[in-house]
């Protein structure tokens, strides 16, 4: 349990801090953030599915552009 925690905070780290340490790079999009978090706790095609339904949800939410 503790160790899914850790695995969980590090993958916060990386997509959200990161995004602080490099500039602005778009990783704290859903479907980075899935594949990220899927990759770290051992399943990589579950974490890409459930960011690319987040991702979804995220486009049609937030205005991008003009």
């Known amino acids: 349990m503790e160790m ?13 801090g990161g995004n ?8 704290e999009r859903p479907i980075v953030v899935g594949a990220v978090t899927g990759l770290l706790l051992g399943d990589l095609p579950t974490g890409i ?4 339904s987040l991702e979804a949800i995220f486009m049609g939410a937030v205005n991008i552009g003009g």
């Open 4 to 16: 899914t925690a850790l695995l969980a905070a590090i993958a916060y780290f990386i997509c959200y």
């Open 20 to 27: 602080w340490l490099f500039g602005q790079c778009m990783i």
């Open 49 to 52: 599915i459930l960011g690319a």
